[in-house]
T-cell receptor, first 113, second 116 residues
């Protein structure tokens, strides 16, 4: 069974204080590691997808990295508008689970001005 | 990114009635659509997967007769909650993938269902 564990559950940062969110995973056949941002009362917004260990992607203040067991979402000099829940998910490559995503519990990020 | 529209965003209904939620992919053809349920402060729980023109595949523990899913075209899927009860109150979110965008799922804005 695919499993995704995110840490910490909640993170409070001061504006400008850089940090990282962790996503540990086990999956029988990885078909993508996905990061989403979810604002309260809204659906998840796609941020990144990573497919192989060593891959990195950046978007504004966010940078996602991937190893064989975990992924990190690095936030550099965050701003209050970066406050949201960040969700990590893995896609499964095999059998009847093909194309499905298994989500972690999310990290609630709060950035104070 | 791709645009997925979900309607309505919020619905209140009486116990015993049925509610239909629509999910549309606006700028790509969605070969597969997914329906999720999310409880407060919890992550997304996959309810079912639907491919255009085929019957939906439901996750273990999800009642097929209560949550009817139709995916009649490449741009529209519907979820009907039949004979809704207060315990069905939740946040329902659809997603769609396809159109050459690989395995990326794009999500709608969600529907808040409150059953009185």
């Amino acid at each position: 069974e695919d499993q995704v564990t995110q840490s910490p559950e909640a993170l409070r940062l001061q504006e400008g204080e850089s940090s990282s969110l962790n996503c540990s995973y086990t999956v029988s056949g990885l078909r993508g590691l996905f990061w989403y941002r979810q604002d309260p009362g809204k659906g998840p917004e796609f941020l990144f997808t990573l497919y192989s260990a060593g891959e990195e992607k950046e978007k504004e203040r966010l940078k996602a990295t991937l190893t064989k067991k975990e992924s990190f979402l690095h936030i550099t000099a965050p701003k209050p508008e970066d406050s949201a829940t960040y969700l990590c998910a893995v896609g499964n490559a095999g059998g009847t689970s093909y194309g499905k995503l298994t989500f972690g519990q999310g990290t609630i990020l709060t950035v104070h001005p | 990114g791709a645009v997925v529209s979900q309607h309505p965003s919020w619905v209140i209904c009486k116990s015993g009635t049925s509610v239909k939620i629509e999910c549309r992919s606006l700028d790509f053809q969605a070969t597969t659509m997914f329906w999720y349920r999310q409880f407060p402060k919890q992550s997304l729980m996959l309810m079912a997967t639907s491919n255009e023109g085929s019957k939906a595949t439901y996750e273990q523990g999800v009642e097929k007769d209560k949550f009817l899913i139709n995916h009649a075209s490449l741009t529209l899927s519907t979820l009907t909650v039949t004979s809704a009860h207060p315990e069905d109150s939740s946040f329902y979110i659809c997603s769609a993938k396809g159109g050459g965008r690989g395995n990326i799922q794009y999500f709608g804005a969600g529907t808040r269902l409150s059953v009185l």
